[in-house]
């Protein structure tokens, strides 16, 4: 399977582990190049845990499981933060915020007071 971005195909380390990373975006599991990873801000574009947030997702049938917490089911997909109050499905916005605030720990304090 070659980059998601830029098609460069993926190369087998002599030993170690490799260096690139896989992730879920758009509901499909995907690679990103050492290249692309330096090049961009990569982590943004990805499907997200809806659990802990992580970007560590294997796709599954139908569904997601994260390897960092382990949780399965639907991920926050990356389209569909950041476009709140553009109209689209109410359900979805809904929980997708319902989703968000259980990651961030219901924290509603702004930045910079505390
Ligand atoms: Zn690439
Ligand atoms: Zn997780």
């Given amino acids: 399977m070659p980059c998601y971005r830029c098609g460069t195909r993926q190369v087998d380390p002599d030993r170690g582990e490799s260096p690139w990373k896989r992730g879920v975006?758009?509901?499909?599991?995907?690679?990103i190049c050492p290249g692309c990873q330096?090049?961009?801000?990569?982590?943004?574009?990805l499907?997200?845990?809806?659990?802990?947030?992580?970007?560590?997702?294997m796709r599954r049938l139908?569904?997601?499981?994260?390897?960092?917490?382990?949780s399965v089911g639907q991920p926050?997909?990356?389209a569909d933060v950041g476009d709140a109050d553009g109209g689209g499905s109410p359900?979805?916005?809904?929980?997708?915020?319902?989703?968000?605030?259980?990651?961030l720990g219901k924290a509603r304090r702004p930045a910079g007071i505390g």
Wanted: proline share 2%; aromatic share 4%.
């Fill in 25 to 31: 975006r758009g509901d499909r599991q995907v690679l």
């Fill in 38 to 45: 330096a090049a961009f801000d990569w982590m943004a574009d």
């Fill in 47 to 57: 499907d997200r845990c809806p659990v802990c947030a992580g970007i560590r997702l």
């Fill in 62 to 70: 139908g569904e997601v499981e994260c390897r960092d917490c382990g």
């Fill in 76 to 78: 926050i997909a990356a």
């Fill in 91 to 103: 359900g979805l916005a809904e929980e997708v915020e319902l989703a968000l605030a259980r990651v």
